[in-house]
């Protein structure tokens, strides 16, 4: 006699591969989305050197009257670093002098402005409209207001470049005696 008894197979069944690929793809998910936090956290840092490096450049050409323009025969009196809240773009410009004096450091002066512009990376914005101030020839770094470097007290604190994006949030920090410092993610201007 003849056994018709079915061997049993070994493998997996449908519901086990299914509670598989469920946990796979859940995992998936929750990578992808910590990946994506991560990279906001990168773009703000890496956005916070550039302007960093690009307040030290202008205050760098005040202490040492470079002519970033290109045209022959302008003098710089000022370079002033600015942006506008809710974009990416970082403004370095001086203002040129011509053939007239400067004005004495901290005066306001009217006059022709001229520079480039950079923008942030990947949608990083600036929180608010800010600017600062770097007299040539000695770099001192003034607010908006026209308020001198060494006049800066508690009351005004230092000139704040703040960037965001998503929940990431990183701030550049002009101080009354022209340092400049990038306070990280999460951390503000003391």
Same mark, same amino acid.
């Given at each position: ?11 997996? =069944? ?5 509670? *598989?690929?469920?946990?796979?793809? &859940?995992?998936?998910? +929750? /990578?992808?989305? $910590? ?71 901290? =005066? ?5 402005? *001229?520079?480039?512009?950079?923008? &942030?990376?990947?949608? +990083? /914005?600036?929180? $608010? ?62």
């Amino acid at each position: 006699m003849t056994s018709n008894t079915y061997k049993m197979s070994r493998g997996f =069944t449908l519901i086990e591969v299914m509670v *598989s690929v469920a946990i796979l793809a &859940l995992m998936a998910a +929750v /990578t992808i989305v $910590s990946m994506n936090g991560g990279r906001n956290r990168q773009e703000v840092e890496a956005s916070t050197r550039l302007v960093a490096a690009t307040l030290r450049e202008a205050q760098n050409n005040a202490l040492s009257g470079k002519n970033i323009t290109g045209t022959a025969g302008s003098r710089p009196c000022q370079f002033r670093v600015r942006t506008t809240g809710g974009t990416g773009t970082i403004t370095h410009e001086q203002l040129n002098a011509g053939d007239v004096l400067c004005p004495n450091p901290g =005066t306001a002066t009217n006059g022709a402005w *001229s520079g480039f512009s950079t923008d &942030l990376l990947n949608g +990083v /914005t600036f929180s $608010s409209s800010t600017e600062v101030y770097f007299d040539v020839p000695r770099g001192e770094p003034k607010n908006a207001a026209g308020v001198l470097g060494v006049e800066l007290n508690s009351a005004t604190g230092p000139v704040d470049f703040s960037m965001t994006k998503g929940a990431d949030t990183a701030h550049v920090c002009v101080y009354p005696l022209g340092r400049i410092e990038e306070a990280s993610v999460g951390a503000s201007c003391p």
